[in-house]
């Protein structure tokens, strides 16, 4: 069975609040970058029927964000307080609880973990961007994955794209 992973990073993130790491918000940039990219899923056809997230207020920010483009569509997002800034082994472990009838999942995290997990779980390796930076804020990996979740391994899913939401056309202006 053919199932799809898409491996999104937080929006940009606001440094200028006198926040903890954990309740750091995003900055206009990254809720728009985090719209854009909802809103490209959209467009592809690429609606995801399961959201995880790491609980810090970014990531949640970036998957509410992300997915309320969808409209009536929009999955719940669930949060997983062992992904704030987890390795990609935590990250892994995690896609392997997925419910088993999910067909494609979002999963919103934070470098230097999920850039990792993008590496090993690719079948072949990606080529890394001019600036060095494969999974830069509001960046989407867009995997194939063969079987079921729990069976998901290092080297065996198909890296299909990468998509950063500077790189896509300029969306509607911010609603809220």
């Known amino acids: ?6 491996l999104l990073r937080h929006g940009k993130s606001d440094w200028r609040q006198p926040v903890s790491d954990f309740d750091r918000p ?6 728009q970058g985090a719209k854009r990219i909802g809103e490209w899923l959209v467009e592809q056809a690429l ?6 997230s790491s609980p810090a207020e970014r990531t949640v920010s970036t998957a509410e964000k992300c997915v309320r483009a969808l409209g009536r569509k929009a999955p719940w997002v669930h949060t997983d307080k062992r992904l704030y800034l987890a390795d990609a082994e935590v990250l892994l472990a995690a896609l392997q609880t997925v419910p088993g009838d999910c067909q494609r999942v979002l999963l919103v995290g934070h470098n230097p973990g999920l850039e ?12 890394t961007p001019d600036d060095g930076k494969l999974m830069a804020t509001a960046t989407l990996a867009h995997f194939r994955v063969t079987g079921e979740w729990s069976e998901v391994s290092w080297g065996a899913a198909e890296l299909v794209e990468i998509v950063r939401a500077r790189m896509l056309a300029e969306s509607v202006p911010e609603d809220d």
Request: charged share 30%; hydrophobic share 45%; no cysteine.
């Open 26 to 31: 995003l900055r206009k940039r990254g809720r």
């Open 1 to 6: 069975m053919m199932r799809e992973l898409l």
């Open 47 to 52: 609606a995801p029927d399961y959201v995880l």
């Open 116 to 127: 990792d997990l993008v590496r090993q779980l690719a079948s072949m390796p990606p080529q």
